[in-house]
């Protein structure tokens, strides 16, 4: 199914911002190489980082309304460069943007006359598991797209 793509007129269905040609040709001018592979794994890659972004903070326009996903009527080449370094990420290793953490197995009894816990290492919410993809935020972040100050981890940001 071929992607429906957003260009800031709130396009009906949309599920990407940019093609597949266009992850492509970012990812030869960023790291030296295209995606391989078939186009319909790659198009999978590219809305699973769409719905990744759409869960991100993004900057409220002065009505309080968030930019996502319109923008204002033109989508910013920050958000494009983002949602294609998501789909790299997502494309190399699947399921990278939406972790499955089993919080149900996240210790193990190991003593039973006095009550002991272990507990395992590795990630124990869904938050901590996912990837931060900082080189994607960063484009964000630049640009002036995400909202500051929400408290939590902060990065450095690059201008």
């Known amino acids: 199914m071929a992607l429906t793509i957003e260009d800031g007129t709130g396009v009906d269905g949309a599920d990407s911002f940019i093609t597949v040609t266009e992850c492509s040709d970012f990812a030869t001018a960023y790291f030296g190489h295209s995606l391989t592979g078939i186009n319909a794994t790659k198009e999978a890659a590219l809305r699973r980082a769409f719905a990744r972004m759409a869960v991100l903070p993004w900057a409220l326009d002065d009505e309080g ?3 996502w ?3 204002g009527g033109t989508i910013p080449q920050a958000v494009k460069n983002a ?3 998501f789909a790299r990420v997502e494309f190399q290793n699947e399921g990278a943007l939406a972790p499955v953490v089993d919080q149900a197995n996240a210790k193990v009894l190991s003593a039973v006359g006095s009550i002991q816990w272990t507990v395992k290492p590795g990630p124990t919410t869904v938050d901590a598991a996912r990837k931060t993809v900082l080189m994607a935020e960063d484009f ?3 640009a002036g797209l995400l909202q500051k100050d929400l408290g939590g981890v902060a ?3 690059r201008a």
């Open 65 to 67: 309304n968030s930019l």
């Open 69 to 71: 996903p319109t923008f």
């Open 83 to 85: 949602q294609s370094v």
């Open 140 to 142: 964000l972040n630049a």
């Open 155 to 157: 990065f450095l940001e």
